[in-house]
């Protein structure tokens, strides 16, 4: 079975903590991409990445970073985590290629929720 | 501006029963994916189904099916005879060629509860 694996299921952490989630994803995919979810706004896109030390802005980048050292691996980096914050992050990957990206199905993790108390 | 709305947030309906999920979807391109993802209680998003905008015929799959009228600009989503496993958040999705950064814009969702 493929697998998309977030490390942490529940999150708890202090304002201006810095805040570090990972994302590992076991089938060669090109494409990985950090979401949040927030109630009655659905999935916002963070950052994406298609390539091993490539990152793209996505809609809601202010206030977090990302890191791909790896090509299985993408880490979420919250440099001062704040209170607007708290929210459900989910991360997905996808087959490569720039031109397929936008049609190509993604693979969820199971998410991680985080509350920045 | 959301180009994916889902108008419904929240569906309730006792075993059996059918149920339609509503998408409307805004894009000034011709060429776009529509995709439609169940997100159970544990919390993955899982694919349901792609659909391209120059394929307007309606699938189904088991109890899911499916209606693409690109002249309402609406992609809905039925399930027949709903089950309690189908008890989800489920989340219309659009991929949009002009944004030209190649990301999905989902809907808001629509969480759906089936009784026994």
């Known amino acids: 079975d493929v697998k998309v694996t977030q490390s942490s299921r529940y999150l708890v952490k202090r304002t201006g903590e810095k805040v570090f989630l990972e994302c590992v994803q076991d089938?060669?995919?090109?494409?990985m991409f950090w979401y949040r979810q927030d109630p009655g706004l659905g999935l916002r896109l963070i950052y994406f990445?298609?390539?091993?030390?490539?990152?793209e802005k996505g809609d809601i980048p202010e206030g977090y970073s990302v890191s791909r050292e790896k090509k299985e691996r993408f880490s979420l980096i919250l440099e001062s985590a704040s209170t607007n914050q708290t929210s459900m992050y989910l991360c997905?990957?996808?087959?490569?290629?720039?031109?397929?990206?936008?049609?190509?199905?993604?693979?969820f993790g199971s998410g991680t929720q985080l509350s920045v108390l | 501006a959301q180009k994916v709305t889902q108008a419904q947030t929240e569906i309730s309906v006792v075993e059996k029963e059918d149920v339609t999920l509503d998408c409307v979807y805004e894009t000034r391109d011709t060429t776009y994916y529509l995709f439609w993802y169940k997100q159970p209680p544990s919390g993955e998003l899982v694919f349901l189904i792609r659909?391209?905008?120059?394929?307007?015929q309606n699938e189904i799959s088991g109890r899911y099916s499916w209606n693409f009228q690109k002249s309402t600009s609406s992609f809905n989503f039925t399930i027949t005879a709903s089950q309690v496993v189908d008890s989800a958040v489920y989340f219309c999705a659009l991929s949009d060629p002009s944004s030209n950064d190649y990301k999905l814009s989902f809907g808001a969702g629509t969480t759906v509860t089936v009784r026994a």
């Open positions: 659909r391209n905008s120059f394929d307007e």
């Open positions: 990445s298609y390539d091993v030390k490539m990152k």
């Open positions: 997905a990957s996808s087959r490569g290629g720039s031109d397929l990206l936008r049609y190509e199905k993604l693979f």
């Open positions: 089938m060669d995919h090109e494409n």
